[in-house]
């Protein structure tokens, strides 16, 4: 299998993973910081692969390393708050061509590579597309739930700007590191980006005093997606490890293509699981809007 394959594999994953964390986030009383901190933890067990291809790094290798999980927790938790009183569908997309665009930059600047015709025309296709998903329809379009989009928008933009930081050092570890063995690093990292989450304030409250109040088949649901998310995450990683890290989050067009058919679908027959804007003119509108961001990662990828 290639990276091609093994990419467009952790894309779907992801899309299943932020459809039933939207559920979580929407309908029972996990919160962000708590889905967040689950996210490092549980990438601990990472540490279990020690045994078949651990090596100790340089000092610079180990900080990078650790920065770039830490940056990958605050990257979910900007994109969970971001996605708790809206629609997933719709914010999802706008982080994810936001990733491309700053990975891109951040590649061109501290991996040399450098930006084709091609790259450039993607960028006006990725905008282009990121402006009609969000473009107002009504007056009152741009509230998507109980926060408007709008004041949604900054922290998606961190969110994108976090994870486009972590998934460049990610080839920058896997250039200096074994796939293994960076991987183990970074998730190490990610451990501690869960624990400094502890320590922010209200951080504590949040994370442990609600997760007690959590009923058992929340809790499974919670370990079922971050499970899934777990999995979504080694294979993204072995697909920056083998690939471009730009390709390779230039691909998110097909996330947002299986986002867009589950969300639906689960809008039109579980509206009590998750509930997306649907007419035929929205439907119309991301479909525009989605086949341009999917054109202009075409451009990046081929």
């Not at 991996?111 to 790259?119: H, I, K, M, P, T």
Request: proline share 3%; net charge positive; charged share 10%.
């Amino acid at each position: 299998m290639n990276w091609l394959l093994i990419a467009i594999s952790a894309h779907f994953l992801f899309a299943l993973v932020f459809i039933i964390d939207k559920f979580l986030l929407s309908h029972t009383r996990v919160r962000p910081r708590a889905l967040a901190f689950y996210v490092g933890i549980l990438g601990g067990a990472a540490l279990l692969l020690i045994p078949f291809g651990f090596v100790i790094p340089s000092v610079s290798q180990i900080i990078i390393s650790l920065i770039t999980g830490i940056l990958f927790i605050f990257a979910i938790l900007c994109f969970y708050k971001s996605v708790q009183f809206g629609e997933v569908s719709r914010i999802a997309p706008i982080i994810g061509g936001a990733i491309s665009l700053f990975t891109l930059v951040l590649t061109y600047f501290f991996l040399e590579e450098r930006l084709a015709v091609s790259q450039l025309i993607a960028f006006f296709l990725l905008v282009s597309g990121g402006v009609i998903m969000i473009w107002p329809r009504k007056k009152s379009c741009l509230k998507g739930g109980k926060v408007p989009l709008i004041k949604r928008l900054p922290l998606a933009i961190l969110a994108a700007l976090f994870f486009a930081g972590s998934y460049v050092l990610t080839k920058f570890v896997f250039m200096e590191q074994p796939f293994i063995s960076g991987f183990v690093w970074i998730r190490m990292g990610g451990i501690l980006g869960a624990v400094l989450l502890i320590f922010w304030p209200g951080g504590r409250q949040e994370i442990f005093k609600v997760s007690k109040s959590i009923k058992a088949k929340t809790g499974g649901l919670v370990i079922f997606s971050k499970s899934l998310s777990a999995g979504a995450f080694i294979l993204l990683n072995y697909a920056i490890y083998l690939g471009s890290v730009a390709l390779v989050n230039a691909l998110q067009g097909i996330q947002y293509v299986f986002l867009l058919v589950i969300a639906l679908f689960l809008s039109r027959k579980f509206p009590q699981i998750i509930k997306e804007q649907i007419s035929d003119t929205i439907i119309i509108q991301k479909i525009i809007a989605i086949l341009l961001i999917g054109l202009g990662l075409g451009f990046l990828v081929f």
